[in-house]
T-cell receptor, first 115, second 112 residues
Framework: GAGVSQSPSNKVTEKGKDVELRCDPI?????LYWYRQSLGQGLEFLIY????????KSGLPSDRFSAERTGGSVSTLTIQRTQQEDSAVYLC?????????????FGPGTRLTVT | GENVEQHPSTLSVQEGDSAVIKCTYS??????FPWYKQELGKGPQLIID?????GEKKDQRIAVTLNKTAKHFSLHITETQPEDSAVYFC???????????FGAGTRLTVKP
């Protein structure tokens, strides 16, 4: 079956512009995660959605970052007034049952470059 | 919260040799320890995981060991091949909500 997909694969934007990154999780996966991976760095947790529960936003680095998950499926990560330090690969992952710590399936990521 | 440290950050081995990557974690409640492999331009992919009720798990050339007392776990790759070259991430989770945290990654290079 289809894995996690993300779009766009690459995004170049000017400083100060807003960007939207999209994630399509695996069908039936109730949990969805966003991570940021800066060059040569590990995975920085940003936000987590589980079913209809309120999202865990504890990893969002500033109020310029927000995310939505519509209908328990597709998610959009929005970065407002982008800064050069926002340049990174943004990874989305989904999981079948996070309460039991199941495998997270990652998408290929969106490489964001802020010029 | 959980803090995971991973060493080394880079590792270069000759084809056929073994590679070992080590991680430590801070939260004694952690009970799930996955390892992910990330190839260039792709998202991380699970290669092996271990839960706290076992001390070792093997899958062909890959093995993971866990020492809960010392709070460390390791990935062992034997008979390395060039296609093993990638970035490897360890992670730890207690399985509650979203508390999985990742190490900083190890870039493994296998020289032919």
């Amino acid at each position: 079956g289809a894995g996690v997909s993300q779009s766009p694969s690459n995004k170049v934007t000017e400083k100060g512009k807003d960007v939207e990154l999209r994630c399509d999780p695996i069908s039936g996966h109730t949990a969805l995660y966003w991570y940021r991976q800066s060059l040569g760095q590990g995975l920085e947790f940003l936000i987590y959605f589980q079913g209809n529960s309120a999202p865990d936003k504890s990893g969002l680095p500033s109020d310029r970052f927000s995310a939505e998950r519509t209908g328990g499926s597709v998610s959009t990560l929005t970065i407002q007034r982008t800064q050069q330090e926002d340049s990174a690969v943004y990874l989305c992952a989904s999981s079948l049952n996070p309460g039991l710590a199941y495998e997270q399936y990652f998408g290929p990521g969106t490489r964001l470059t802020v010029t | 919260g959980e803090n995971v440290e991973q060493h080394p950050s880079t590792l270069s081995v000759q084809e056929g040799d073994s590679a070992v990557i080590k991680c430590t974690y801070s939260d004694s409640a952690s009970n799930y320890f996955p390892w992910y492999k990330q190839e260039l331009g792709k998202g991380p992919q699970l290669i092996i995981d271990i839960r706290s009720n076992v001390g070792e798990k093997k899958d062909q050339r890959i093995a993971v060991t866990l020492n809960k007392t010392a709070k460390h776990f390791s990935l062992h790759i034997t008979e390395t091949q060039p296609e093993d070259s990638a970035v490897y991430f360890c992670a730890a989770s207690s399985g509650n909500n979203n508390d999985m945290r990742f190490g900083a990654g190890t870039r493994l290079t296998v020289k032919p």
